[in-house]
Every structure is written in C-alpha cells, then in structure tokens.
C-alpha cells in the first residue's frame, strides 16, 4: 500500500514522526500548476519546494463553485471578469488591505491584484492587465506541455461529479497528453481511487476530524508529499517537524 510505501522510504515500521518522504530531484520538464480553489494551494506548493510553472492565473484567486469554473475552463476562458459581471465584496475581511471583487458569471474572486484605494473601473483594468497574458499563458500550458501535474484544492461540499467533469474538460484540451490532476478535499470519497488512471485524489485532513479547515494540517502535509513521492518531486522541507497522523 501506498502507507507502506511510504513508511519503508521514511525508515520507519510504525506511525510517528515524518520528515522527508520525498528525496528525488525535481522533474524539471514538469509543469506545475495550481488550480485553486485559494492562494493557498500555491503556498503550500512553494512550502513543499515546488516551483509553480504559471504565476498563477488562478493561484491567488478564490474559485470555490467548482461548476462555474469548470464552465469557464471548457470556455477557453471566455467572458473573464466582463466588467458588467463584477461585484465588489465590501464585507471581505480576511484581505482588509485588498479591493476584493468577484467575476459572477464564473464565481472567480479577486482577493490579491488591486490596492484597496481603486474604484471599480480602475482595478478591474489593474488586475486584467495583469491577468489576461497568464490566463492565455495557462490554456498555451494545459494544452501544450508535455508533462502537466494540475493541483486543485476543493471546498467540503464540492461533489465528486464536478472533479470528475474537471478532469473531462482538461482531457478534451489536452488531446491524448498525459497529465495528472491532483484533488485535495476532506470528503470520504477522497480517500478511495476511481479508476481514472489521471484523476487523484488525497483526503485534505485527519479522517477522524471532520472540518474545514484543511490548510496545514497534518494529513494535508501528509498528502502533498504522498502526491510528490508518486510523481518524483523533491520535497525541501526537510527539517519541519510534524505530529503524528
């Protein structure tokens, strides 16, 4: 099993401790891309000493209606924050420092590109500026890249339905190109395979404890370095110390 595997790399025979599963060196003719749902898919990923190929077109945006992106992405991208679709989030707290809007024909959030002193008109010209050469940056990557590793982070109630409709969408544009599709959510579904050689999925917390918040938690580590030893990444974070699973 995977959980044997990875014990008799780590040297150990029981639970405990572990620190530095994955030793290979990087891929270095591997894409990586972070696929949200939130920044901070692609903060753990550097965490891990992953370097992301696309600086992120959607890293650092907030997608959590996995439907509606699922829409945009078989769009090819089309109709990205059209300013007659934006809504600014003046309740935002969590980015007091940010204007925060949303695009709501794709339920993408702006959470990180505009200073906070920006009306509507201008920091939705910022952040397209910004965006719209990464945005056709990721389709040239989905659709071209030799060797592609996707990494999605998933809300609790997303269904399983729409990771599977996810991979359908980038296996169409990829035209018979291998790639991997990675999902991290705290669903019991996440803990089984499916039989879609380039779907997987790993369980974003302890199983035992039903919660939403996945980021850091141990099985969440846990699952990054299981998803870096079957791919042959290199994880760096050698010296970081985590409790027990």
Request: net charge positive; glycine share 6%.
């Amino acid at each position: 099993s995977l959980w044997s595997t990875i014990r008799k790399e780590n040297g150990k025979s029981s639970g405990g401790v572990r620190r530095g599963i994955c030793s290979t060196t990087i891929n270095s003719c591997m894409d990586i891309i972070s696929l949200g749902h939130n920044c901070s898919v692609a903060a753990m990923m550097s965490k891990a000493g992953l370097v992301i190929t696309n600086k992120s077109a959607f890293g650092n945006m907030f997608s959590s209606d996995l439907k509606k992106f699922n829409d945009f992405i078989a769009a090819n991208g089309s109709g990205f924050f059209e300013l007659k679709n934006i809504e600014r989030l003046n309740e935002w707290e969590k980015v007091p420092v940010s204007y925060t809007f949303r695009d709501n024909k794709t339920g993408i959030v702006s959470v990180h590109d505009c200073p906070l002193i920006m009306g509507k008109n201008e920091a939705n010209a910022h952040m397209l500026k910004k965006k719209k050469p990464l945005i056709e940056d990721f389709f040239e990557i989905i659709k071209n890249s030799e060797e592609l590793l996707l990494i999605r982070s998933n809300v609790k109630t997303t269904e399983l339905e729409e990771s599977v409709r996810l991979h359908d969408v980038i296996s169409d544009m990829r035209s018979g190109k291998k790639f991997s599709l990675c999902v991290f959510q705290n669903r019991p579904f996440a803990d089984k395979e499916w039989g879609i050689e380039s779907l997987e999925f790993y369980r974003s917390t302890t199983p035992s404890h039903e919660t939403n918040r996945w980021l850091y938690s141990d099985s969440w580590i846990f699952g990054v370095r299981s998803m870096c030893l079957k791919h042959g990444l290199q994880d760096v974070t050698l010296g970081m110390k985590y409790k027990s699973i």
